[in-house]
């Protein structure tokens, strides 16, 4: 924004909805029923359910198109108006030959506009200077005081303002003259202002203008530009197809003309033109035309302006230009050499006679003070936006979206924050010093580049979830064609209203204030990409925004009565909001919807790269606000893009297919029309006009039906005449058509006015039929002629109101509910009356609601015919009621007698509290018969689980005496059992074993417990388990029995894993002990280490010691792998081995025969002769008898 101007503050956001999926269903409901919230603020956001998300359907590579260039300064109302005052008084110093520098006052541009505006508001130039407030002008534009910036504003005034303002204002043109001379260069001297070139103004763009462009955007409003010729318009669609019509964020679409190419080519002969877009020329009223250029080009010539070099090239006569050229002042003609010729008007001025005069002739253009005041005062073209000559794809275009985001805020486009975006565009939009350009890809057409949405079609087939999403009413080519909306009924494609529009845009690109064509409602949907920011005016302030627009900025209502109907316009909300125009905002994300109202302003940009699409619809409340915008075109003189007459008829041509809220609304309208109809041809009557004509003005194009007047399209009538067949005038402007008599002019009509009033009564009937029906359901309810309507006939009227697809209404809900609850009546009856087995699947009732069952049938406005059954049910649960006291008062009965009541009971179908009494009475007797077997002394002990189950059933049932005892008992011999339990698991736990005699104790104790104890049982096992290893160890400690060493160690392994304390069992863990340290000893004394006997087979006494070949045969059986064991020669088996007093026997044997060998042994050897033989026999000898003497003492041990 402007330096001193505060920063931009948000406006408050706007109404956010989030629908569920059952309201979803339903769009044009579901947008009624937020109107009366959302209308409020002119726009509103909608957030789809989470899981809707349609498939973007755009084939992304085919898809190209050709965007709109915007410079955001331009947009601005208020920012066009000061550039446009620069552009006129640059324009005014260019004709002279002088350059416009614009001032810098305390490090910012001076406001040329706003010190003129206010030097106008404060009285007047000559007014300020004799009163002396130019300190005042300083302080209202934001200068501070004390610094003599008074003095310096005047200065500067008076330089660059004044000769301006003296010329706008019509003073003395000599006067003019000598401050024109004097001000050729004003300003030259002054090095910190900054020069103001209207042909190239410094900006900041990120995208260029056409590359053939050499001017500035407002440089070609100084020269003429080339009108697109037929080949342009086919080639580039976009210029085909432009247009105003459509909902959303629009552009302007201009009308086109196509020229000759040959001025085109012309065009290329001089000056090289930009190719853009320009409005053809616009018709003024009295039928000349209006053209935003200047008769001549205003190219500069190095050439001296002199006549001969102005004029000659003209094909006169050299005694004709003589006599043709006088001086304007002192009207001779001599001295032709110092005579100027202005290029505007060709008046002649010697330079001597100016005032002051001129020294010598000047070079360029020369124009004198009167054109000079003509240039000045000519009125601005009309503001449009060029087409951009590059195509882009959409990766392509985001690519340079993207690029210029980051490389605009440095920073990565995600990382941007929206507030800074926003802010810094209301800055962009308000700034004249910095021309940013942006381009901007709107009105995109669907038909032709795809809808973003999936689409049913003949040319390909669609997936089940694409199916989904193009027949959803919230598909953007759907809801314009939804049976409640009105444009279902135009059978034209209007490209916008009924076929979606496309928008690519990028950070900055702005859509302007408007309201959508007819005044309708608008939907976007915003695919993907960036966020969308928007701004909305309610529709009761749609007249006062354009009254503060007016008024801020007349100057371009002025030229442009119909500026916000162009969408070139924007301003910022904190203007609007601050002169008390209400104003909200959103942000609308991807995903999200955003709706505007009918006659709501809206207005927005984008936040950066993004794909969206918009469509208008119209509801049936939206009549009366379309009704209300035809008469606001005709006072604008606006063309209509449809017949709003010719929609109403054509709806109230087949009233049967309107939705019944439509019917109301169009016969509202209807009416209405036909009377305004019946006056005007009243009227017209009154004028003289008596010949008439039908015809069918729907087959004619729009442009052969608009009224001269006010270009509304006539459908119902209008005046014609035959000797000015050209055109024609609606029936309120019958006075404008033409000057022909009365006699000569005719009604063209497309009915009478007998069929108007047909066509109403048949829509009266539609809209009241409704009424007809619902008094007919109010009778029937409300039972008011005393007789009940069967169930059918009350279905009939229901079925009616789908039939003719009446409203949904607190009437018809009741119809509904009252049908409902006959069918659940009538259901509860069959059920009850049916049968055991349909009786069984059925919920039975309580006698209150049988009886509130009868109640509520005999209710109902419709005769139940199955109410005698309900009563006869009633009748027989009452005689069992009876029956049941009975029996219940005679108590204790047999099991046998309760049970067959209560299946008695049970076979009514309907739950009797008597029923339910002798229920308990049967559980009680069952519950008590099964205690009294589990703790009966003969029956098999029962478990702790069954016992709980007992208790844990016994709560449950009712409370009486002997149940209450029972579950008593129960519980006290539950209690004993578990404590008796958690003793035997201690003992089987615990690590300190109990000896014998306390555990048979505590199963003694135990034993007088009736109930199954598995610890208990346990403890049994292993007690018994005990004594039978202490009678184990007995036998083998008794008698001359040997035990070996492995039973022993098993028999310790054993008793280690009982859970009892064992005497025993310490004597034996000694003996094993003993056992083991005399092995270990014996070993270290006989075995060598490493050897491959065994200790037995080193003990082992030698049974063959006397034989003398015995060990020449055991050294060849060993060298041969025969040999055998002394074990083995000791003859004891594998079976023998395991004995003990088997080993002991063999062994003593043994021991013999090696006495006897040896003895043998040593007699041979005493008979042989050599004494070395002797010596060695005797050492023999000693060896055998000390290694008898060891193994016998080793036999010795236990």
């Known amino acids: 924004m402007d330096p001193g101007s505060d920063e931009f503050l948000p406006p408050p956001e706007c109404p956010v909805f989030e629908p569920t999926w059952a309201e979803f269903r339903d769009p044009l409901g579901y947008i009624a029923k937020i109107r009366p919230i959302a209308e409020k603020s002119g726009i509103c956001k909608i957030r789809p359910p989470t899981d809707w998300q349609p498939p973007f359907a755009v084939e992304v590579d085919n898809f190209r198109f050709t965007p709109r260039i915007q410079r955001l300064n331009e947009l601005e109302a208020q920012t066009r108006v000061k550039l446009n005052y620069l552009d006129q008084i640059a324009k005014f110093w260019e004709i002279q030959g002088s350059s416009l520098k614009i001032p810098n006052v305390e490090r910012r541009i001076l406001d ?81 202002d900054k020069e103001y070139k209207p042909h190239s103004i410094p900006f900041r763009q990120s995208v260029q203008p056409s590359k053939f462009s050499s001017y500035s955007r407002r440089a070609k409003r100084l ?17 085909k197809k432009l247009q105003i019509y459509g909902a959303g964020p629009k552009m302007m679409g201009l009308g086109l003309m196509a020229r000759d190419k040959t001025l085109r080519k012309k065009d ?80 002649s001025y010697h330079i001597f006679c100016l005032m002051p005069p001129l020294p010598e002739i000047p070079r360029g253009v020369w124009r004198c003070p ?129 076929v979606p529009w496309l928008y690519v845009g990028m950070v900055f690109s702005a859509f302007c204030w408007h309201i959508e064509d007819h005044w309708s409602y608008s939907i976007n949907y915003l695919h993907w990409g960036e966020p969308k920011t928007w701004y909305g005016v309610p529709s009761l302030a749609a007249e006062q925004l354009e009254e503060v627009m007016k008024k801020l900025t007349p100057e371009l209502f002025d030229s442009q009565p119909d500026l916000l109907h162009q969408l070139v316009t924007l301003m910022n909300p904190n203007t609007l909001m601050s002169h008390g125009v209400p104003v909200v905002r959103t942000n609308q994300c991807a995903g999200e919807f955003v709706i505007t109202f009918p006659r709501a302003y809206h207005s927005g940009f984008n936040q950066g790269y993004n794909f969206a699409e918009a469509v208008n619809f119209c509801t049936a409340d939206w ?72 015809e069918a003005f729907e087959l004619l194009p729009d442009d052969e039906r608009q009224c001269m007047k006010c270009k509304t399209t006539c459908f119902l009538s209008a005046l014609a005449c035959y000797d000015c067949p050209d055109g024609l005038v609606c029936l309120s402007h019958i006075n404008d058509l033409c000057k022909c008599s009365s006699s000569r002019q005719y009604l063209r009509y497309r009915y009478t006015l007998d069929e108007l009033p047909a066509m109403l009564h048949k829509l009266k009937i539609r809209a009241e039929s409704f009424d007809t029906w619902a008094n007919k359901v109010r009778v029937a309810l409300e039972v008011e002629d005393g007789r009940k309507r069967s169930f059918e006939e009350l279905r009939a009227l229901e079925s009616e109101a789908r039939e003719r697809r009446f409203p949904n209404s607190d009437l018809l809900q009741r119809l509904r509910n009252c049908l409902n609850e006959a069918e659940a009546c009538a259901s509860q009856v069959l059920g009850l009356v049916s049968g055991q087995e349909a009786r069984i699947e059925t919920p039975q009732l309580t006698l209150p609601e049988l009886r509130v069952l009868l109640e509520q049938m005999g209710n109902l406005p419709c005769a139940m015919h199955q109410i005698g059954d309900v009563k006869d049910v009633l009748e027989q649960v009452e005689a069992y009621q009876i029956e049941a006291r009975e029996a219940l008062a005679s108590l204790p009965l047999s099991v046998a007698l309760l049970r067959s009541l209560l299946e008695k009971g049970q076979q009514l179908g309907v739950e009797v509290p008597e029923a339910h009494q002798l229920q308990q009475q049967v559980e009680q007797a069952r519950w ?183 060990k020449r045969s055991r050294w060849i059986e060993k060298e041969l792998g025969l040999y055998r064991s002394d074990t083995e020669l000791l003859g004891l088996s594998a079976q023998d081995l395991r004995d003990p007093g088997s080993v002991i026997v063999a062994f003593k044997e043994g021991e013999q025969k090696e006495k006897e060998g040896i003895l043998q042994l040593r007699r041979m050897n005493s008979t042989k002769p050599s004494p070395l033989a002797s010596s060695t026999t005797a050492a023999s000898a000693a060896s055998i008898c000390s290694r008898v003497a060891a193994e016998c003492g080793q036999y010795d041990k236990p």
């Open 928 to 1110: 008590l018969d099964e205690v009294k077997q589990a703790l009966a002394p003969s029956a098999q002990r029962g478990s702790l689980v069954i016992m709980q189950g007992l208790l844990v059933t016994g709560a449950k049932i009712a409370s009486s005496p002997s149940v209450d005892k029972a579950r008593a008992e129960l519980q006290e011999l539950l209690t004993i059992a578990e404590r008796w339990e958690e003793k035997a698991h201690f003992c089987l736990e615990a690590r300190q074993k109990h000896p014998p005699a306390t555990l048979e104790a505590i199963i003694r104790e135990a034993e007088n417990i009736p109930v199954y104890l598995p610890n208990i049982q346990a403890l049994k096992d292993a007690l018994a388990k005990a004594h039978a290893w202490i009678a184990d160890v007995d036998e083998i400690q008794n008698g001359d029995h040997y035990p070996c060493l492995d039973d022993l160690e098993g028999l310790v392994a054993v008793g280690r894993d009982l859970p009892v304390g064992l005497e025993e069992l310490r004597q034996l863990e000694l003996q094993v002990l003993t056992a083991h340290s005399w092995r270990e000893k014996a070993s270290k004394t006989f075995l060598k280490k490493n050897s491959c006997y065994t200790l037995l087979e080193v003990l082992c006494p030698c049974a063959d010691a006397g034989s003398d070949t015995s």
């Open 370 to 498: 009167k054109c000079i005041m003509a240039e000045c005062k000519r009125p601005p073209e009309a503001f449009g936006f060029e087409q951009a000559t590059q195509e882009y794809t959409l990766q392509s275009f985001g690519e340079m979206a993207d690029s210029f985001k980051a490389d605009y805020f440095s920073m990565p486009v995600h990382m941007v924050p929206t507030e800074l975006v926003e802010k810094e565009f209301w800055r962009l939009v308000s700034s004249i010093e910095e021309d940013v350009t942006v381009e901007y890809g709107a009105d995109i057409h669907s038909k032709e580049f795809g809808s973003g949405f999936p689409v049913s079609s003949s040319k390909g087939s669609l997936s089940p979830e694409e199916e989904e999403y193009a027949t959803s009413g919230w598909n953007l080519n759907v809801m314009p064609v939804l049976d409640q909306s009105v444009l279902c009924h135009i059978n034209a494609d209007i490209s916008g209203m009924k």
């Open 268 to 347: 290329k002969e001089g000056v090289i033109c930009p190719r853009t877009v320009l409005m053809k020329e616009e018709r003024r009223e009295d039928g000349k035309r209006m053209s935003p250029l200047p008769r001549e080009d205003l190219n500069h010539s190095g050439e001296p302006c002199t006549k001969m070099t102005m004029q000659l090239r003209r094909n006169h006569s050299s005694a004709q230009f003589m006599d043709s050229y006088l001086c304007r002042l002192c009207s001779r003609g001599d001295e032709d050499d110092k005579l100027l010729l202005c290029e505007g008007c060709d008046d």
């Open 223 to 239: 020269q003429p530009d080339p009108e697109p010729t037929e080949e342009d318009i086919e080639k580039n669609p976009e210029l």
């Open 112 to 192: 040329l506009y706003s010190l003129s505006k206010i030097v106008m508001e404060e009285g007047g130039y000559e007014a300020i200077c004799k009163d002396r407030r130019w300190a005042r002008v300083a302080q209202r534009l934001n200068y501070p005081p004390g610094k003599n910036i008074g003095s310096l504003l005047r200065s500067h005034y008076e330089r660059i303002i004044y000769p301006y303002e003296m010329f706008q204002s019509g003073a003395n043109l000599v006067v003019f003259s000598c401050s024109q001379q004097c001000n050729t260069h004003p300003f030259d001297n002054e090095e910190k």
């Open 623 to 694: 009549l009366p606000a379309g009704r209300q915008c035809i008469e606001h075109y005709r006072r604008l003189r606006r063309y209509c893009v449809f017949s709003h007459e010719e929609l109403i008829c054509k709806m109230a041509a087949f009233p049967e297919k309107l939705d019944l809220n439509l019917a109301v609304a169009v016969h509202k309208e209807m009416f209405i029309m036909v009377q305004e109809e019946r006056r005007l041809r009243k009227a017209l009557l009154e004028k003289g006009v008596t010949e008439a004509e039908r």
